[in-house]
Every structure is written in C-alpha cells, then in structure tokens.
C-alpha cells in the first residue's frame, strides 16, 4: 500500500524559494522504474506538471519553469524535494507529489493530499 | 488555458449515464499518446479512476469506462451515484511541452 505526503510552508513571500518535501511509504525510492511527480493547481485552475524524478536520478522539468525548478531525492529517508526558486503571488498553489506507474504510460496511480501554498508578501 | 479541454459542468440523474469527453490535438492524444481519468474531491488526493485509455485500477468500479479516438478520449459513468459528484479530469503527454498535461477538469452534478 503506496502512499505520499506533501509538507512545506503555507505561506511564503515574494522572491523566496519555496521547498517542499514528499514522503514516501510502502515504495522504496530506490527501486527500479520507480518515479515521483510534482503537480500544482492554483485555485479555480487546471492542474499543471511541474517535474519528474526517477529511481536512477533522471530529472525532467516542465519547460516554462525549468530555471527555477529543482527536484531531489533523499533515498534514506524515501523522500522526494521540490525547490522552486523566486516564488511569485502567481505560484499560489496546492503542490501535490504523486507516484509514476510503471509500463502506464505516465499515469500517477497515487496522489498525496497535497499542501496548499500561498505566495504574499 | 489548458492544452486539454473538457467541458466545464455535466450533470445526470441518480443512476442515469454520463460521459465526459477530453479533446486534444495532434501533439498529444491525437498523436497516440494514451489518456488517463481521475477523480478528485477537494481537500483530497486525486484517484486514478482509468489509465491507458480504457484500464481501469483494482477496487475501481466497472460502471467507469474509457475510451479514445482521434484526438479525443471520453470517461462514461453509468449507474450515476450520489457520491460520483466530484470533479473529472484527463491527464495525456504533450510532444510540444514534452511532459504530461492535465485538462481542466469537469464538475459532475448528481441531481
């Protein structure tokens, strides 16, 4: 039984780096084909992909926010963390993290909650 | 504005039929990349309902169903219950954006 937890701060300033952390259980983030996923949706907005991380440290970015974005893994603790840099009142958004399936053809089979992120100064 | 686009409302009687359609382009569904459905309540995590066009996950109801043609792909609710009320979105891959895409959702209404 696979399940994620998103955890960060609710609210940050404008121009800081939001950090956001994913905690995974009942799937080791070392495992073959395994991968994690970063969503958001602003409120009353389409959900939008922001990143990838698989098992072998292959990074994949959406391409309007690949400068400001990082994702890391933490193979010890079985976390993944998602940096974003220079947040804006425009990043306002729950971040969910989410697990890859594999041979699905991108599919994210489970979702965390999600933690809700506010950009104000 | 999403790359996928669904309709923004349906709604359907108590164990009435519904279907909710995604529409795309020739960068993403119409170029056979696969389609994905989930359901999501606010305040909680999203659940796969249908991946890969038509497959559902184990503990999913068979009163869900996919399918795909063209560039769009649908999701049929059949036997509508009270708790189906919820918001509906597709997810495909992108060959412009390189990555996956999301539609916009549609909040389904049991009336």
């Known amino acids: 039984h696979i399940t994620l937890k998103e955890s960060g701060p609710t609210l940050v300033k404008p121009t800081q780096t939001l950090t956001v952390t994913c905690a995974l259980s009942?799937?080791?983030?070392?495992?073959?084909?395994?991968?994690v996923g970063w969503i958001r949706q602003p409120p009353g907005k389409a959900l939008e992909w922001l990143a990838l991380?698989?098992?072998?440290?292959?990074?994949y970015y959406t391409p309007s926010l690949k400068n400001r974005l990082t994702v890391t893994k933490d193979t010890s603790k079985n976390q993944v963390v998602l940096a974003m840099t220079n947040m804006d009142p425009v990043d306002t958004a729950t971040y969910y993290c989410?697990?890859?399936?594999?041979?699905?053809?991108?599919?994210?089979?489970?979702w965390g909650q999600g933690t809700m992120v506010t950009v104000s100064s | 504005q999403s790359v996928l686009t669904q309709p923004p409302s349906v709604s359907g009687a108590p164990g009435q039929r519904v279907t909710i359609s995604c529409t795309g382009s020739?960068?993403?569904?119409?170029?056979?990349?696969?389609v994905h459905w989930y359901q999501h309540l606010p305040g909680t995590a999203p659940k796969l309902l249908i991946y890969v066009n038509k497959n559902r996950p184990s503990g999913v109801p068979d009163r869900f169903s996919g399918s795909k043609s063209g560039t769009s792909a649908s999701l049929a609710i059949t036997g509508l219950q009270a708790d189906d009320e919820a918001n509906y979105f597709c997810?495909?891959?992108?060959?412009?954006?390189?990555?996956?895409?999301f539609g916009p959702g549609t909040k389904l209404t049991v009336l």
């Open positions: 009942g799937l080791s983030l070392s495992a073959n084909g395994v991968g």
């Open positions: 989410a697990h890859r399936m594999v041979e699905a053809s991108g599919a994210f089979d489970v």
């Open positions: 997810q495909s891959f992108d060959s412009s954006l390189r990555g996956p895409v």
């Open positions: 991380i698989y098992w072998d440290d292959d990074t």
């Open positions: 020739s960068s993403n569904i119409g170029a056979g990349y696969d």
